[in-house]
């Protein structure tokens, strides 16, 4: 008998309702296959499916001869370390952090902010710990031995034994030439962020792959600081290339987007016409992007998808499931096309 996939979803929904509203702290016993049936007036064998895939999640568990049993509620903690060097105001980085807590919340789970002084005093080696921002060498090698499950959204080469899920740093840099590439631009400048920065590297990394593959292109790299003061003074070099290379069709893809507005200011004070007689591509899609003008385009993070990455993984980790110490997840990040890209 053919079950339709909707009225399957519809069942589950309500039964997992049931669930919730009946779990407690020891197993509890749920109704039979049969009175399920007559509650969701369906068959046995819809009531039957639904179940395996209850049990299969782990929220329900069945015992021969027993039947079947709600799995009991589960302490779900999680720590949450956030790097000094981050920044309260960071907006992409203030938008991440509510979005997160907000969906670990509704999942049930308790958040323990800590410093490096408690990781010192931490016993429970069990409990995952969540990396938010760049921490350093030393730190790292302390928090490994401290914890069983470190979970950071940045990218860690040197250390082995970090869960990392992050967006893919390296296809942003090529991403960002190849989009200029495509539209005829034929001298390309990166500004790009300090190398300690394992995003700016990566993202200067993809960016010179993707140039230097390309016949008759004029590329450039131009270090600076991550934020709005370095995009505003580098814009005097920018200045001096734009001014000698009147023939040229000038990219620039700037390290954040702090930089690229930065810049942008720097340019219109000059002006120079942002989106008609160059281009400029930043990263990151914060608040401020869509309302600089002229708009920025730029690359946004798929949040929500690391988001549910980093809820899966400590889903699993709660129910025991085997975990790879190393694993790495690499989310795509979108070019979001603005009024700074000329065609």
Same mark, same amino acid.
């Given at each position: 008998m053919k079950i339709s996939p909707l009225i399957k979803e519809k069942i589950k929904e309500e039964l997992l309702k049931i669930? !919730? @509203? #009946? *779990?407690?702290?020891? $197993?509890?016993? =749920?109704?039979?296959? *049969?009175?399920?049936?007559?509650?969701? #007036?369906?068959? *046995?064998?819809?009531? *039957?499916?639904?179940?395996?895939?209850?049990?299969? !999640? +782990?929220?329900?568990?069945?015992?021969? +001869?027993? +039947?079947?049993?709600?799995? &009991?509620?589960?302490? @779900?903690?999680? $720590?949450?370390? #956030?790097? &000094?060097? =981050? %920044?309260? !105001?960071? &907006?992409f980085y203030s938008k991440f952090f509510v979005a997160l807590t907000n969906r670990l919340t509704e999942r049930g789970f308790s958040l323990n902010f800590i410093s490096m002084d408690k990781v010192i005093k931490n016993r429970n080696r069990d409990i995952p710990l969540l990396l938010v921002g760049l921490i350093n060498d030393e730190s790292i090698e302390k928090l490994k031995e401290k914890f069983q499950y470190l979970i950071s959204i940045e990218q860690y080469f040197n250390h082995d034994k970090i869960i990392q899920i992050s967006v893919d740093d390296y296809k942003i840099g090529w991403s960002a030439a190849e989009a200029f590439i495509k539209r005829k631009h034929n001298y390309i400048i990166h500004l790009c962020g300090p190398e300690r920065?394992?995003?700016?590297?990566?993202? %200067? =990394?993809?960016?010179?792959?993707?140039? %230097?593959i390309e016949e008759g292109i004029k590329y450039e790299i131009i270090e600076g600081k991550m934020n709005y003061k370095s995009g505003y003074e580098l814009g005097e070099k920018i200045l001096d290339i734009f001014n000698n290379e009147r023939k040229s069709k000038i990219g620039i893809f700037a390290a954040n987007d702090w930089m690229a507005i930065g810049l942008i200011q720097r340019l219109k004070e000059s002006g120079i016409l942002v989106g008609k007689e160059l281009s400029i591509i930043g990263c990151d899609d914060i608040p401020l992007a869509k309302e600089v003008v002229p708009n920025l385009t730029t690359f946004k993070w798929d949040v929500e998808k690391i988001i549910s990455e980093i809820i899966e993984l400590l889903d699993d980790i709660i129910n025991k499931k085997k975990i790879i110490s190393n694993k790495r997840v690499l989310v795509s990040a979108k070019l979001i096309i603005r009024e700074t890209l000329m065609n």
């Open positions: 669930i !919730e @509203k #009946n *779990r407690k702290e020891d $197993y509890v016993k =749920l109704s039979s296959e *049969r009175e399920l049936a007559q509650t969701f #007036n369906v068959s *046995r064998t819809t009531i *039957r499916s639904v179940m395996k895939e209850l049990i299969e !999640e +782990g929220i329900i568990v069945q015992f021969q +001869g027993k +039947g079947t049993y709600i799995v &009991p509620k589960k302490e @779900k903690h999680v $720590y949450v370390l #956030n790097s &000094p060097d =981050l %920044k309260t !105001e960071d &907006p920065y394992t995003a700016a590297r990566l993202r %200067k =990394l993809g960016f010179l792959d993707r140039v %230097k």
